[in-house]
């Protein structure tokens, strides 16, 4: 069985794995005070080209959301999100469980456009009595959505002007960063991020990272509290330099950096399979440029493939159909995807 | 600079780094349903006797203590602790975030008395306003507790006979549980609590592993419910084998196993430091014999030992010296305690 | 202007108010736990035909709802409710300040069916992946709904037992209670819903009262408990005795009391109004037979009766048209219908 | 049996009934949107000397110390209060339960001094591990205090100096205003409290309301979202006009109004049965001049006076006594105060 079920069935990129047995018995402050921390964040300072950025490690995504979340905004707000967005869907209403509504909106692709930001925020302060339902204190965006689909950087300034001029924050879930941004279809850069959001994050748990996550901010409050939210949130791992050591790693060599390669090879596996599901005239779902490839199958197809090979079923297309979802990795064998796509072909 | 101002200061046993390096590239199931973190539940079910246990991992001693406690109590309970718990002090509120008050009694040893527990109930229960105050729903006890002194199994057992007789969960914080079952001192297994508590956790982040704790409980809610709770708080690793690949290496091998060999070589050094310093005729502040020692120091005494040795100030004892806290860890040097000894009797 | 936007637009009826003033002098205890409580907890025991049920007493509806989710709930769980339920709409993100996801389905006609239940409880227990989505644990039904609409005892009593067979309370909001009761459409008691539900309340705030809410459940923790919920969630009036006079007020005197004769008196009031419109031959929204009436008005119709009438818009129907809401009260007087059906005639 | 034991345990004065009965039919907006509520606010301004403060209006006073301390704190923050102090004892770890730890300091005559304010803020932002423990965000004072203290106006002002230079909000429970302010000890006005604190709140259930606490506040971001919290927390109360109505009756015509006149009289009762313990040669707690006293009776004098009279225990005071409260309100006459004259002296 050949798993391309997610992208996060192996461990860890091997230079990461070195990085961490070279540095073992290196004796150093917990918490993320140590010096492979500071090095990690001067790095993506340097790559967010702002040295004034805070730069925080967290572990999970999970974890990572509902500390930005929870930590930025005021008790009685709440958070605008895709319907299908990862905090509304999968995280066991963990954002609730910290006191905030998720403020839902239907999306027909997995992405927000400014003008349901806008109808949203506009139909809030427009009802005479606003004070009954949750404020809107920020906006949501996962970069890749949920879908593998990504924003412009057009849409992002756009939404992000927005925001600025209505007290929003905007907030960008970055669990598959990486392949958003080494994506054919992405003129999206991180310095582009750190000047367009108030807060986001660069995953590594699924791109070479054993598990890490990499918050970035400019809010000045939060340079000095967000500390406590995470450790309020359980999220401050007592050996930091885990998180630091790993994200030096990834990050370190600018654009030349492991993170983009490792990003990049998935990105190129998973072409070569829309590839060869378009070839077998079989119709993707959605232009995905990223890791995550989804293609309409028939029963007997998902059948077919599901001998060989692990993959997801991830909605209802129509009776005879779904969507079913393959994902490539950093750790994806060339060899594993020739095997899928001679198994496409046979289809 | 050597430094025993905690026992989180190295990476992992170079055992625990193997065992990830070597299984890197099997493919698995995320979030703990995997085969690695199924052995290490078989393995710690073993050891405490008990196949009938719920076992599940989670990163973080805070994050864990926080899960537990909220996963157990109902939303109008709060739980028994020393003042001097972690959960009172050093956890950023985080049990309170999740809306459960930490009801703090006053400790002289860092330790719970079955007599302060059944005052506390019982002045609860007498108040005829105690609808007013937060129902009592759970005891927490560190053990060893966060000054190096552990329970007695005669300690355990009146607590524990108090508790089920009055709905109280007993749970057993083990951030630092090897250390404590290694002690000379110590006459508890882990199938003793396995057997007086309702929930403890053998903690791995101090005892050798990179990070990790296992949870372990008997609650038939909580087989259905606690990993809910886990990930609605953060806790659920995506790639959980790393947790399940480190408990199995730790404990593996019963009584022989890696995580008591390092929790006792840590226990060997701190007795040579503690004798160390009596010898010098410095007092110690307790009579802890696990990994943490606390001897009383002058202010002159601690600026000798701190040129080369990095130790925590603990507390103030009088107006001349503090209480500071040397800890060992399974990393601990022979070597570096030579030279911390040799330091000591210069004093 | 005569106004018709809400049913809590006076203060009480005299007879309450009557009563207050009668016992203003009367020396009790605090907290409802004086004697005129005990009257009312008999009273309504009485109604529902079960005097073992726990009843208490709160001031408002949403401290009501959020009060009972979050004591009858775990923290992993999550209440489902129609997209339109008030909990899910219009208090501010009650529930999930307690830490509970609203599970919102969308609703035709404000009203919840079993299948949807059903559905949904069902798609939660069948993904392999549950645990990353909050776990049902209530099922919230208004009675009425939010657009007037009320179930039928065969709506409810399936709905009692799937909800029964599968560890979800059955929790109904009853704000507006007495309208449903007794409309000419109601084939359900008081006792019906002790016996159907877990946790019901009688919402006194809309029907006479000057405020409060009774909230009757069967459930053995929160006999033992309920109280300390309503202290945490602040809802504990200090003179509870003024919820136990107004409900003794309200409830005495059994299928006879002044309870289901103001309602009534609404009733008879909408449905002049609802005949009105429809003589006049506009169309009605849905079919309530309770003190709400909900016709489809051009915005030149809405004009027109809004020089002399206070009325809501609800929502939009086409272009042309809105759904408006006209509500009755126990004080609505006879006088100001007549007036507003003349102005319907002319229109 | 006439009572003593607290200052709730009647209804209201009659100008509060007569009030609420002249309006009952008029018709209003709800929510506290009303012309009443709208002439409360600014009668209070008037009082505070400051015609731009916010002023909203709560049922209870549990209700209102939460929603401030929601809404005003941020996630990771905690109140620091008086051990003593209401929010820690008697609501059901209610601030707890919306996330913040009450950071509770030992109080000696149930008052904080600036000195512990001010060592507990600094040692906080001393400690190098300041965020692994709650940020200190409010300080919360009562006045008078739950035994009866109050404080100068030189000590709030030292405070409120304090806490404007680091950032601590400076709130004030309010629950007995009244009996604070019109005590002879008192040199401390509503527009002093204005001045100096960043939000207080003057209790109407103790003081001659139904129910009912008015909150003031300054902060314009409050001002902009309080109502939210309010709602969130289930203290919007539907009839707002019913907290207007009582208001404006109770603090109208300034210094002369009947909140001031009602409390005055129950501070002169108090006085008198203070007076008597001490003709007796009983000795008193504490200094207390308002309408709470604390006679120090052994356990036959709490007999003999408990055969005619209500008062409640407060604490041990030695082996052979007890510390025990006699409450005075607007509501107690003269003569049951000389009853309970007359038998203190015959004890």
New interface residues.
Partial sequence: M??FD?D?????H?SI?DA??R?????????GEDAFCEEARTIIRRHCNDDTLGVQFL??????N??VI??F????Q?VISADSGHIN??????P???????IALPSHDGRLSLQQIKECNEAHWNDP?H?????PGMVYLSFPAENGLIYTKAELTEISEYCRANRLYLFVDGARMGYGLTSEACDVTLADLARLCDVFYIGG??VGA??GEAVVFKDK?MHR?F?????????????G??LGIQFAELLRDGEDCLYYKLARHANIQAARIKESFTKKGIRMWNASATNMQFPILTKEQQQKLAQDFAFERWGTFDEKSDVVRFCTSW?TRSEAVDALCAAIEKL
Avoid at 73 to 76: D, E, K, M, Q, V
């Fill in positions: 050949i798993r997610s996060y069935i192996e461990g860890a091997p794995l961490l047995v540095t073992n018995f290196d004796q150093t402050a917990g918490y572990v999970g995504g999970t974890q990572t509902v500390t929870d930590a905004l005021r008790s009685y709440g869907v999968h995280e066991t209403g963990a609730e469980a910290t006191g905030h509504k998720v009595a004070e009954h339902t949750v404020q748990t699924k054993l598990f409050e509290s500390r406590y939210a995470i450790k309020q949130h359980g999220g401050m791992l007592a050996k330099r885990l750790a």
